[in-house]
């Protein structure tokens, strides 16, 4: 099993900046984490669920078009735990961010955090 922590939601101006954090526990983490690729989805009202930003286990990354450049995806694998640094925040990157994990071909994730750019 895998549980996944998430942290680091909530209001900002556009233009500002978030750190989503995202931690995840359980045994079969413990045991295959290392092998884990992590990610960020996001769920704007009205629209499907999208990739945000995914980091594999060899630390190889990959971005939305629409943050690329502004989002930074990392992990830090002693700490079981993925972030996703926001910058240059739009009113449109509002939106519910889940994390992911996919281990051993099965997708968890988190309850998501509510992420609002407005000023």
């Known amino acids: 099993q895998v549980q996944l922590v998430e942290s680091g939601g909530g209001l900002v101006q556009p233009g500002g900046s978030l750190r989503l954090s995202c931690t995840a526990s359980?045994?079969?983490?413990?045991?295959?984490?290392?092998?884990?690729?992590m990610g960020w989805y996001r769920q704007a009202p009205g629209k499907q669920r999208e990739l945000v930003a995914g980091?594999?286990?060899?630390?190889?990354?990959n971005y939305s078009d629409a943050v690329k450049g502004r989002f930074t995806i990392s992990r830090d694998n002693a700490k079981n735990t993925v972030y996703v640094q926001m910058n240059s925040l739009k009113p449109e990157d509002t939106a519910v961010y889940s994390c992911?994990?996919?281990?051993?071909?099965?997708?968890?994730w988190g309850k998501g955090l509510l992420v609002t750019v407005s000023s």
């Open positions: 992911n994990v996919r281990l051993l071909g099965i997708d968890y």
């Open positions: 359980g045994s079969s983490f413990s045991i295959y984490g290392m092998s884990s690729s």
């Open positions: 980091i594999t286990s060899a630390g190889i990354t």
